[in-house]
């Protein structure tokens, strides 16, 4: 793990990243897994010993301690993904609801076309940004309407693709929408901040319930968005301290070990134990008390030799 976290270290973009190798690298998220191993060790001792002095209520009280500790590092995984991947904001809306000028503020930099007239934006653009200490991957869509050529209804795949894989939504809805009263869709799966967009051309309009009334050209609203923004993208990326399964090779063998603590027995003490055995093996991978090629070569497939 502390290997892993010279390689995190060397690739950090973002405070939040560097932070959070930094203190693996100390050792915080060793000391989890070796906390947990040493359980694993306890419960396999009590199973093997089971029927001789050890009650089956206290065996059965040290796998549920197994279990909760397997469970509250599982938990750090979707974070910790999130913490060294970025998270995927995706901007969403009908054609000339100021999806790419809203793009252009966050990136801070005239990175997609802005034109008055629909159908611009035909292709993803996307822009990497440091949020309080957060990467986060902002992605432009093409506008969302029925009808266009073909070239525009590619870019509504897109789009949908995108929203399918966000992490976060970003909905504008322009106030200066004329006939088209209703309000975008928001797919029910995507967590969405709702914006109510160009407020300065409908000055003294109250914005609906639920939605953050902006205009990227008065710079109002923008100030209340952004502190939003900063809300969700924090509360999905807690900082844990480095205590975070970071890696996918964490999460493949905590949801090994927690698999095989799901088959313990505690009436049949033989097979428990072996349950046990085996969970301990995965932990033993990941800090390293026992190596195959096969880990070492996970591991340091990622490295650069001169670095």
């Known amino acids: 793990v502390q290997a892993e976290a010279v390689r995190d270290l060397v690739a950090a973009d973002t405070a939040r990243q560097h932070r959070n190798a930094r ?28 029927g001789v002095e050890v009650p089956v209520g206290e065996v059965e009280a040290r796998r549920e301690e197994c279990r909760t500790q397997l469970a509250d590092l599982l938990a750090t995984a979707e974070a910790g993904e999130r913490l060294r991947e970025g998270l995927r904001v995706v901007i969403l809306g009908p054609p000339n609801a100021g999806k790419s000028t809203l793009f252009n503020y966050l990136a801070g930099s005239e990175r997609a076309i802005v034109s008055p007239h629909p159908g611009t934006t035909r292709d993803l653009v996307e822009a990497e940004l440091d949020l309080g200490g957060v990467r986060i991957v902002v992605q432009d869509t093409a506008g969302l309407r029925a009808g266009g050529d073909e070239i525009e209804a590619e870019g509504h795949r897109r789009a949908q693709a995108a929203a399918a894989a ?100 505690i009436e049949s003490p033989e097979t428990a134990a072996e349950n046990v055995r085996w969970a301990l093996r995965a932990v033993d991978a990941l800090i390293g008390e026992v190596s195959t090629d096969d880990v070492l070569d996970e591991i340091y497939s990622s490295f650069c030799i001169g670095k």
């Open 166 to 265: 966000a992490d976060l939504g970003v909905v504008l809805w322009a106030m200066d929408a004329g006939g088209e009263s209703a309000p975008p869709d928001v797919p029910e799966w995507l967590p969405a901040i709702r914006l109510r967009s160009k407020v300065d051309l409908a000055p003294g309009t109250t914005v609906t319930d639920g939605w953050l009334g902006i205009s990227c050209h008065s710079g109002e609203g923008l100030d209340d968005f952004r502190d939003e923004l900063l809300r969700r993208v924090l509360g999905d990326v807690p900082d844990l301290g480095g205590a975070v399964a970071i890696a996918a090779r964490h999460r493949r063998a905590l949801e090994e070990a927690a698999a095989e603590l799901e088959r313990c027995d």
């Open 23 to 50: 203190q693996q690298l100390a050792g915080a998220l060793s000391a989890e897994f070796k906390r947990l191993r040493g359980a694993l060790v306890e419960a396999s001792l009590d199973y093997e010993a089971q």
